[in-house]
Nanobody
Framework: EVQLVESGGDLVQAGGSLRLSCAAS????????IGWFRQAPGKKREGVSC????????YYADSVKGRFTISSDVAKNTVYLQMNSLKPEDTGVYYC???????????????????WGQGTQVTVSS
């Protein structure tokens, strides 16, 4: 059974930093793709960043480029999202998602992922 567990969400002031973690189990971690998505109240879920563990390819939404960094620790089966220079508009529930297909290509479309975590709340105050 594939399980994804997010952690690291918190309340932080604008300009601050947070690191989110996504611990994965039940899949071949070094072959899969992992994406981070977020959803603010009343808004659609949007892709934030993703990584293809097979080749290290990463993508970022334009709104977070230069501020967020995704990384993958294969030894720990964990993907991290380092978020710096946080803005109030970064507020939302952050979800990680996995595409377990071997050599899966990372993408920022929610429909490309089969498994989802429960989410972690990030709140950025102004």
């Amino acid at each position: 059974e594939v399980q994804l567990v997010e952690s690291g969400g918190d309340l932080v002031q604008a300009g601050g930093s947070l690191r989110l973690s996504c611990a994965a189990s039940g899949l071949t971690f070094d072959d899969c793709a992992i994406g981070w998505f977020r959803q603010a109240p009343g808004k659609k879920r949007e892709g934030v960043s993703c990584v293809s563990n097979s080749d290290g390819t990463t993508y970022y939404a334009d709104s977070v480029k230069g501020r967020f960094t995704i990384s993958s620790d294969v030894a720990k089966n964990t993907v991290y999202l380092q978020m710096n220079s946080l803005k109030p508009e970064d507020t939302g529930v952050y979800y990680c998602a996995a595409d377990p297909v071997p050599y899966a290509l990372a993408n920022l479309l929610a429909r490309g992922y089969d498994y989802w975590g429960q989410g972690t709340q990030v709140t950025v105050s102004s």
